[in-house]
């Protein structure tokens, strides 16, 4: 089964750090671009961040960019294999749940057709 | 950055009727646009690639058309499980989603 597992979410103070996971299982994660997009409570979908499917290309919002840096472990073991976003110098807009998603392709030129469940963050004092 | 920008932003529907929804990019994506769903607490899921292929699993009811700038997704006969919103996105580009529709009971 395809599988998308976020972790790491959480109430945060602002200006301070926190890093994001997602677990991936049921499909060749080398092959494939991955994503992170955010909803903020009430709201749309924003895409954060996008990494290739080996790692050498990465792409970022504006509203991100020089804060967030999307990562990826591409492990022979399988059941390592996963998704990071390293968000720093958090602010109070950045409070949204945050998915994962899968590319159809190995780039950003590419729907995204399987999602985690999401994970929260909060970014206040 | 290319803007997406959906109408109406809210569509109220009685169950069986055709919705038709419209999405507008703000320069060309050539057909580089999908279509997802999205109901109150759960994650989106893609109906539509490409702009007009079906997702694996997605009813036929549900149909997308258009290039260019211009993209309409189709609901030929509302179900009670459609209700819900539904967002475009164009990957010609980085990726970019349009604001959503909110598809509700008339």
């Known amino acids: 089964e395809v599988q998308l597992v976020e972790s790491g979410g959480g109430l945060v103070q602002p200006g301070r750090s926190l890093r994001l996971s997602c677990k991936v299982s049921?499909?060749?994660?080398?092959?494939?671009?991955m994503h992170w997009v955010r909803q903020a409570p009430g709201k749309g979908l924003e895409w954060v961040a996008g990494i290739s499917w080996n790692g050498e290309s990465r792409g970022y919002a504006d509203s991100v960019k020089g804060r967030f840096t999307i990562s990826r472990d591409n492990a022979k073991d399988y059941a390592k294999n996963s998704l990071y976003l390293q968000m720093n110098s958090l602010r109070h807009e950045d409070t949204a749940w945050y998915y994962c998603a899968k590319g159809t392709t190995g780039w950003y030129r590419g729907a995204f057709d399987i999602w985690g469940q999401g994970t929260m963050l909060t970014v206040s004092s | 950055e290319i803007v997406m920008t959906q109408s109406p932003v809210i569509l109220s529907v009685s169950p069986g009727e055709r919705a038709t929804l419209s999405c507008r990019a703000s320069?060309?994506?050539?057909?580089?646009l999908a279509w997802y769903q999205q109901k109150v607490g759960q994650a989106p899921r893609l109906l539509i690639y490409?702009?007009?292929t079906r997702a694996s699993g997605i009813p036929a009811r549900f149909s997308g058309s258009g290039s260019g700038t211009e993209f309409t997704l189709t609901i030929s006969s509302l179900q009670s499980e459609d209700f819900a919103v539904y967002y475009c996105q164009q990957y010609d580009n980085w990726p970019r989603f349009g604001q959503g529709t909110k598809v509700e009971i008339k």
């Open positions: 320069q060309s994506v050539s057909s580089n």
């Open positions: 049921g499909f060749t994660f080398d092959d494939y671009a």
């Open positions: 490409g702009a007009s």
